[in-house]
């Protein structure tokens, strides 16, 4: 029998023969091999796009099959995630601006704090939901803005 390929936390791992699984019931298994248990949970699947998200031994492992199509769909760049490129920060609510932490010609990825906006005493952190570099920032601290108002243009 061939030994298949699994993809774990990212890397490429071939199978190997000789691992005994044995079902506990409820997601949750025990594993053997080369005289070692270990016990697992099965903490998210996908089964069609061949996904495990394993807990083993308290620690977890991210694991996907490599199908067929895989080395052709990677050749081809489609496995690349897409980011969103940003075009402007408006104002998702009413508010104060209390903190701006950023700065024009700034370079920003996803997840980067943008600034911190105030409303209804709730101080709210916006983060970048996309790339881009800051090209003119609209308001200053303690600026009281409305919905919808465009506050950081990027390029």
Avoid: C, Y
């Avoid at 996904?51 to 690349?80: P, T």
């Amino acid at each position: 029998m061939a030994n298949r390929v699994w993809k774990i936390d990212g890397e490429d791992i071939t199978g190997a023969e000789g691992a005994v699984l044995k079902w506990e019931g409820n997601g949750f298994f025990t594993l053997s091999f080369n005289g070692n248990t270990f016990s697992g949970e099965v903490l998210e699947e996908n089964i069609e796009s061949n996904f495990l998200k394993l807990k083993l031994n308290h620690r977890v492992f991210e694991i996907r099959k490599k199908g067929e199509l895989d080395d052709l769909i990677s050749a081809m760049g489609l496995d690349i995630p897409k980011v969103k490129k940003l075009k402007e920060l408006q104002a998702p609510m009413p508010g104060r601006i209390v903190n701006i932490a950023v700065s024009v010609g700034q370079e920003l990825n996803v997840g980067d704090d943008i600034l911190s906006l105030e409303a209804m005493k709730m101080e709210n952190v916006l983060k970048a939901e996309g790339v881009g570099i800051v090209k003119s920032i609209n308001i200053n601290s303690n600026d009281v803005v409305e919905k919808g108002s465009v506050l950081i243009e990027f390029e």
